[in-house]
């Protein structure tokens, strides 16, 4: 699987931002998603995560009400709708690929594939 996530860029606190990953291969369908962010200095953390129906998501406490993951299994896309958005939101967004079931999909070396991320800056 291969991943390019895209959709970052510049914008003011409160806010809106959507990013997406595109997947090749038929093996996203079977895929857990996840999204995640490092800031500088800063290790990678969990943002958000969704099964392979999109039944299920997971969301890291931080973002909670504010964003939104979804996929669209036929375009074979994961998106991150970002609202309210506040400057410690800022980093580069990496999404993921797992296996169908992972056991805690709030961690990062639980995928096995990974996109080249894209940078979300927040401005105060």
């Known amino acids: 699987v291969q991943l390019q996530a895209s959709g970052g860029g510049l914008v003011q606190a409160g806010g809106s931002l959507r990013l997406s990953c595109a997947a090749s291969?038929?093996?996203?369908?079977?895929?857990?998603m996840g999204w995640f962010r490092q800031a500088p200095g800063m290790e990678r953390e969990f943002v958000t995560a969704i099964s392979w129906s999109g039944g299920s998501t997971y969301y890291a406490d931080s973002v909670k009400g504010r964003f939104t993951i979804s996929r669209d299994n036929a375009r074979n896309t994961v998106y991150l709708q970002m609202n309210s958005v506040k400057p410690e939101d800022t980093g580069v967004y990496y999404c993921?690929?797992?296996?169908?079931?992972?056991?805690?999909?709030?961690?990062?070396?639980?995928?096995?594939?990974w996109g080249r991320g894209t940078q979300v800056t927040v401005s105060s």
């Open positions: 291969g038929r093996a996203f369908n079977y895929a857990t």
């Open positions: 993921a690929a797992g296996s169908p079931i992972i056991s805690n999909p709030g961690i990062a070396g639980n995928y096995d594939y």
